[in-house]
């Protein structure tokens, strides 16, 4: 159970194109689901706080007008980078919480495989 | 706020070695702890979690974890490593009072030579 899935896994664009990324929760509902990205060899930086129905919560220093999180149902959110440039080239990772979960208060969240963005 | 620090950038073990990877936290209340390790090109696998009771946490393929908060550590542990563990680990916090969020630390890359 608890399995997150994101499309596509590798994506090669174009600069000044946009390009959207799709995190599912495979089989649980997720209200609230999860943006990082992460450059090579370093860690996940939290980008956005995907919340369904609602508007996504932006961490500091995030462009929400360049990255836009639409999250319309409990089992998918979407990022759309905009007008993409070589620096948005990064491994792009989504995450969900089961609102059903037993232990929910636990903060835990389950990770989607990835999507590495090319932006040539 | 919480923080999470992996003092080690790369673990080196023998294969059939015991393993530690050290992960330290810093919280205003009690944490909730979490092991991931991440392949290349590869999302984030959960590997164990500490929420409440005993200190041990014994987690996936074999992976341990002790909660120590005197030390405010949260060590992951392995009796004998393979050289199938080699991938890149990251230790992250959140805190039990509501909605917190994930804070990771910096990652520790095992490598695990045969």
């Known amino acids: 159970g608890a399995v997150v899935s994101q499309h596509p896994s590798r994506v090669i664009c174009k600069s000044g194109t946009s390009v959207k990324i799709e995190c599912r929760s495979l089989d649980f509902q997720a209200t609230t689901m999860f943006w990082y990205r992460q450059f090579p060899k370093q860690s996940l930086m939290l980008m956005a706080t995907s919340n369904e129905g609602s508007k996504a919560t932006y961490e500091q220093g995030v462009e929400k007008d360049k990255f836009l999180i639409n999250h319309a149902s409990l089992t998918l959110s979407t990022l759309t980078v905009t007008s993409a440039h070589p620096e948005d080239s990064s491994f792009y990772i989504c995450?969900?919480?089961?609102?059903?979960?037993?232990?929910?208060?636990?903060?835990?969240?389950?990770f989607g495989p990835g999507t590495r963005l090319t932006v040539l | 706020a919480q923080s999470v620090a992996q003092p080690e950038d790369q673990v080196n073990v023998a294969e059939g070695n015991p393993l530690t990877v050290k992960c330290t936290y810093s919280?205003?209340?009690?944490?909730?702890l979490f092991w991931y390790v991440q392949y290349p090109n590869r999302g984030l696998q959960f590997l164990l979690k500490y929420i409440t009771g005993d200190n041990l946490v014994k987690g996936s393929y074999g992976f341990e974890a002790e909660f120590n908060k005197s030390q405010t550590s949260f060590h992951l542990k392995k009796p004998s490593a393979l050289v199938s563990d080699s991938a890149l680990y990251f230790c992250a916090v959140t805190m039990n009072t509501g909605f917190q969020k994930l804070v990771f630390g910096t990652g520790t890359r095992l490598l695990v030579s045969p």
């Open positions: 919280v205003s209340g009690n944490p909730y």
């Open positions: 995450s969900a919480r089961d609102r059903l979960a037993r232990d929910y208060s636990s903060n835990e969240q389950f």
